[in-house]
């Protein structure tokens, strides 16, 4: 049973066999969530969606508004992961906040109408699920039906640096909070800053005050998320001395450019997608970055056009650019094989990643920086690092999975 695919919808696990059951308790779950939504008509819903940056933007919200806000958890996303946390909600939670996915047309749209935002958060526009929706202009129409689900006196909180989302303003009757570099934006952001070991530090202009930010967080890219949280406070009219100081002690979203140190090396966690065009930030961190060696390994690459091995190649020679050395691993990584012979020793393939796990075992050394670049449900790239400190026996290719290792069954199950 183990190798076949198993659907959750309320606690219990159902076959593909049994689409039916699923698509009935799917119908019931809504009608309950759509019923206990006109309850809670004192209660202010968020939902939060864009290409990237989601799941943290969420936790920031509910580490900032404290008590009394509920939320999806972890990365769930779907309508009936929405339904199940609108369920969750009482009548005395002041704010619920969800994460809203665009898997597929239409999507963001039934999200929408089921949870009734009257704030709609959109962090950026990428090329996520290109093959559902292969255009820009196709994934700004999709998440647009966040914004156009709000109320008259709701609010959209948009990225001002990013045009695609800045064009869901037009035709929108309510209140606009902008966040970014861009002179227009109402929570205007300068001096970003973040130098591996130091975190992510900027300064923040709203209503004609300046504040310095400062956070736990890695990368530059992290500040997107933060602005978005910021701006739904903004919103909300919480004190923003008392959102800063909640930001300052936030710990990063495991696996979400999250750090994890082992002895003397560091191995600094992005490993829960990697479509490529977000890979450029990552490369600029570690450009950034101060220590004694760096490496990149990475798994699988998605959302992109064009040919695979174009796209690995260039990855890679960006990569090597900034690092001291890296690693591909996974069915893809014969991708960049032409290259190996070339790059002196600091380009490596690893057909698995068992194979990636044991070189790692004993080739890091102390003062070592790690970038672990991939999709966790690809690849769970985690492995290279637990097996450095456990008895990992699961080293299963294509598992698909969503959960993280560390808290799988079948961490120590030989397969």
């Not at 969420?58 to 939320?71: F, M, N, Y």
């Not at 290109?130 to 948009?158: C, H, N, Q, S, W």
């Not at 997608?273 to 990552?282: G, H, Q």
């Not at 959960?403 to 120590?412: D, E, K, P, R, V």
Request: glycine share 8%.
């Amino acid at each position: 049973m183990g190798s076949q695919r198993q659907l959750t919808l309320t606690g219990r696990r159902f076959l593909p066999g049994e689409a039916a059951v699923r698509a009935t308790l799917l119908r019931l779950g809504l009608v309950a969530g759509t019923a206990q939504r006109r309850r809670l008509r004192n209660t202010t819903f968020v939902g939060v969606t864009g290409s990237a940056g989601k799941t943290t933007t969420k936790e920031l919200i509910v580490a900032i508004l404290g008590p009394g806000t509920t939320s999806t958890p972890a990365n769930s996303n779907r309508i009936s992961q929405v339904g199940r946390a609108i369920l969750q909600t009482r009548t005395g939670d002041a704010v619920c906040v969800a994460e809203v996915a665009a898997w597929r047309p239409g999507s963001v749209n039934q999200i929408a109408q089921l949870l009734q935002p009257r704030i709609g958060v959109v962090t950026c526009i990428g090329r996520d699920h290109f093959t559902e929706f292969r255009t820009l202009e196709a994934v700004t129409a999709e998440k647009r039906a966040l914004i156009e689900a709000l109320p008259d006196d709701g609010i959209a909180v948009l990225n001002a640096d990013d045009a695609y989302a800045m064009t869901m303003t037009e035709g929108f009757r309510g209140r606009v909070i902008s966040f970014g570099e861009s002179p227009q934006a109402t929570l205007r952001v300068s001096e970003v800053r973040s130098s591996w070991p130091d975190h992510l530090e900027f300064m923040l202009q709203v209503g004609g005050s300046s504040r310095p930010v400062r956070t736990r967080l890695h990368g530059k890219q992290s500040a997107t998320s933060v602005l978005a949280a910021l701006g739904v406070a903004h919103a909300l009219g919480h004190p923003l001395d008392d959102a800063l100081e909640s930001v300052a002690h936030f710990e990063p979203v495991p696996a979400r450019m999250s750090a994890v140190v082992q002895g003397g090396v560091t191995f600094i966690r992005d490993d829960c997608k990697a479509p490529a065009w977000s890979l450029d930030p990552v490369l600029e961190f570690i450009a950034d970055a101060r220590a004694t060696r760096k490496v990149l390994i990475v798994g699988s690459l998605s959302d992109y056009a064009g040919s695979s091995s174009r796209v690995y190649t260039r990855f890679a020679r960006s990569g090597l650019a900034v690092a001291d050395e890296v690693a591909f691993v996974g069915s893809q990584a014969n991708r960049v094989r032409k290259l190996v012979a070339e790059s002196g020793g600091a380009l490596l393939m690893f057909a698995t990643v068992r194979e990636a796990a044991e070189h790692y075992r004993t080739a890091l050394r102390d003062g070592d920086l790690v970038v672990l670049k991939g999709s966790n449900r690809a690849d769970h790239l985690l492995r290279i690092l637990l097996s450095r400190t456990m008895d990992v026996r699961c080293w299963r290719e294509g598992c698909h999975r969503e959960g993280q290792c560390s808290a799988c069954n079948l961490l120590h199950t030989p397969g």
